[in-house]
Each structure stands twice: as C-alpha cells, then as structure tokens.
C-alpha cells in the first residue's frame, strides 16, 4: 500500500424533527455534500496522477460521491399496560 491519493469531502446537513401528543415521532435529515479525489481506488495503483507536487491540478468528482442524501424515520411509542390499566 501506499499513499498515492489524496481526497476532500465537505457536506452540510440540515435536521427536522417533530414530535406528536399521541407518541408519534418523525425525524427528517437532508445532507448536501461533495466528494473529490485524484484517485478511485483502494489499492494503492493510481495512474494519472502527475505531478505529484501538485495534486490540486489533477482532482474530480470521486466515483462514490452522493451529492443529495434524504433519510427518514418514525418511531412510534407504544403505550404501556401500566399507562393503560390507569
């Protein structure tokens, strides 16, 4: 192995979370990033990449880049037999 790449990532994320009287409660998250590199690989065998003194001139849109991620989830409270018994 060696240490023939070079990678930079930058993102910004942003949460939205609300909360039901019911026990009901969703969470949003969206995240804005970018991924660049001067090499795809894992193994070390970059070609291309020249010169080495500056790496700057030789960067592009790394092949696992995900420039918009959208997750959700809900998570529901069930109520309890002691809450119920009352």
Same mark, same amino acid.
């Given at each position: 192995?060696?240490?023939?790449?070079?990678?930079?990532?930058?993102?910004?994320?942003?949460?939205?979370? @609300?909360?039901?009287?019911?026990?009901? $409660?969703?969470?949003? =998250?969206? #995240?804005?990033?970018?991924?660049?590199?001067?090499?795809?690989?894992?193994?070390?065998?970059?070609?291309?990449?020249?010169?080495?003194?500056?790496?700057?001139?030789? @960067?592009?849109?790394?092949?696992?880049? $995900?420039?918009?991620? =959208?997750? #959700?989830?809900?998570?529901?409270?069930?109520?309890?037999?002691?809450?119920?018994?009352?």
């Amino acid at each position: 192995m060696s240490n023939t790449g070079h990678s930079t990532f930058h993102a910004g994320t942003v949460q939205y979370q @609300k909360r039901f009287s019911d026990g009901l $409660m969703v969470n949003s =998250f969206y #995240t804005f990033s970018k991924a660049i590199d001067d090499c795809d690989t894992d193994y070390g065998t970059c070609t291309g990449v020249k010169p080495v003194e500056n790496r700057n001139l030789n @960067k592009g849109r790394a092949g696992y880049d $995900m420039r918009h991620r =959208f997750v #959700t989830s809900a998570i529901y409270e069930l109520p309890s037999a002691r809450a119920a018994a009352s």
